[in-house]
């Protein structure tokens, strides 16, 4: 089983940024997107005006800073590579969201980095939800990750870029 990291997020967060569950490198590194292809990092760094160069911590706060959360749907799972589609849908537990939620009230819009997070959520996660969290404006994005190929990064970052503002 591998597992996701805790949720980043201030009390004053107003979007939630949602993946699936960490790849390896990103395991390995204890870090969100830590894969060097990945395109997170570069488009948050690109939109927000930061230093390439910013340090891990640095950019969890750059998220916070612009009331961004960042989480992943999925709390724990199998899966024996980091594609989204070797995850073992039987060994998928999701993580809390109503709990979630409740202690991040501000939070109205919620981005799905990929389709593997966007299907969970819709799934697993939003028919359960209390009636007070429904009002939530659920957006696709293009996925951020190297395995994501037919969407340029020129394409990934202007859909972001809408989203995120700047």
């Known amino acids: ?71 992943d749907v999925i709390g724990q799972c199998r899966r024996p590579t980091s594609l989204d589609s070797d995850i073992d849908p039987v060994s998928v537990e999701v993580n809390d969201f109503a709990r979630f939620l409740a202690a991040h009230r501000l939070i109205t819009t919620v981005c799905f980095n990929g389709g593997t997070a966007e299907a969970t959520f819709r799934r697993r996660i939003l028919p359960l939800l209390p009636l007070a969290h429904h009002p939530l404006t659920l957006l696709h994005l293009p996925s951020t990750s190297p395995a994501n190929a037919g969407c340029s990064y020129a394409e990934k970052l202007a859909r972001w870029r809408r989203v995120l503002g700047s």
């Open 1 to 71: 089983m591998i597992a996701s990291f805790p949720p980043v997020a201030a009390a004053d967060a107003r979007l939630l940024i949602l993946g699936s569950i960490p790849g390896r490198e990103s395991l390995r590194q204890q870090q969100y997107y830590a894969h060097p292809r990945n395109a997170f990092w570069p488009i948050i760094i690109e939109i927000f005006g930061a230093a390439p160069d910013l340090p891990y911590g640095e950019r969890l706060r750059l998220l916070t800073d612009h009331g961004i959360a960042l989480w």
